[in-house]
T-cell receptor, first 112, second 114 residues
Framework: QQKVQQSPESLTVSEGAMASLNCTFSDGTSNNFRWYRQHSAKGLEVLVSIFSDGEKEEGRFTAHLNRANLHVSLHIREPQPSDSAVYLCAVSITGGNNKLTFGQGTVLSVIP | DPKIIQKPKYLVAVTGSEKILICEQYLGHNAMYWYRQSAKKPLEFMFSYSYQKLMDNQTASSRFQPQSSKKNHLDLQITALKPDDSATYFC?????????????FGHGTKLSVL
């Protein structure tokens, strides 16, 4: 059964400093990776999707995937206080009926 | 405007009762899902439907029954409620129900069972 672990559990950064979040997964056949942000007011929004090793950028959000190391990360450039939220890593396998396995989340706080 | 509408936003129930959580999507998608987020646990997959047919069920208990009366509806009936059922239930949808698609989530229904 797929296990997805995120680290750190919580992270505090200053406005403008880079924020880096990590996610490891257990099933090496996984090939779909998404980072979601969970705001109490806005629900769940997808930030970036990545399907092959390397880097994928969507605005200020960049995902890095290394499937050999079972690792995907999210880097947030120039974070703002409005980026304070819970960040969730979601992993799935093509053909798997879109069954996403989520990590437990990283609580990001961006201080002015 | 939210494109996936979940009703109600908050729900309080007593142990042993039955409740229906409503989900409607206006994205024109053919696949819909239910996920659950319990306190201190990650979001977990419950059901997936594609073209109103059940595709995957990861819920052990038959007390949870999805109901799809229309293509853009997937309600969740929960019977014989228990305090452990307290959680936020998220409905989601995607274009076709094939792996690798982006899922769009509703804002959730927070259920508290007393």
């Amino acid at each position: 059964q797929q296990k997805v672990q995120q680290s750190p559990e919580s992270l505090t950064v200053s406005e403008g400093a880079m924020a880096s979040l990590n996610c490891t997964f257990s099933d090496g056949t996984s090939n779909n990776f998404r980072w979601y942000r969970q705001h109490s007011a806005k629900g769940l929004e997808v930030l970036v999707s990545i399907f092959s090793d390397g880097e994928k950028e969507e605005g200020r959000f960049t995902a890095h995937l290394n499937r050999a190391n079972l690792h995907v990360s999210l880097h947030i450039r120039e974070p703002q206080p409005s980026d304070s939220a819970v960040y969730l890593c979601a992993v799935s396998i093509t053909g798997g009926n879109n069954k996403l396995t989520f990590g437990q989340g990283t609580v990001l706080s961006v201080i002015p | 405007d939210p494109k996936i509408i979940q009703k109600p936003k908050y729900l309080v129930a007593v142990t042993g009762s039955e409740k229906i959580l409503i989900c409607e999507q206006y994205l024109g998608h053919n696949a819909m899902y239910w996920y659950r987020q319990s306190a201190k646990k990650p979001l977990e997959f419950m059901f997936s439907y594609s073209y109103q047919k059940l595709m995957d069920n990861q819920t052990a208990s038959s007390r949870f029954q999805p109901q799809s009366s229309k293509k853009n509806h997937l309600d969740l009936q929960i019977t014989a409620l228990k305090p452990d059922d307290s959680a936020t239930y998220f409905c989601a949808s995607s274009q076709m129900g094939q792996g690798g698609e982006r899922l769009f989530f509703g804002h959730g229904t927070k259920l508290s069972v007393l």
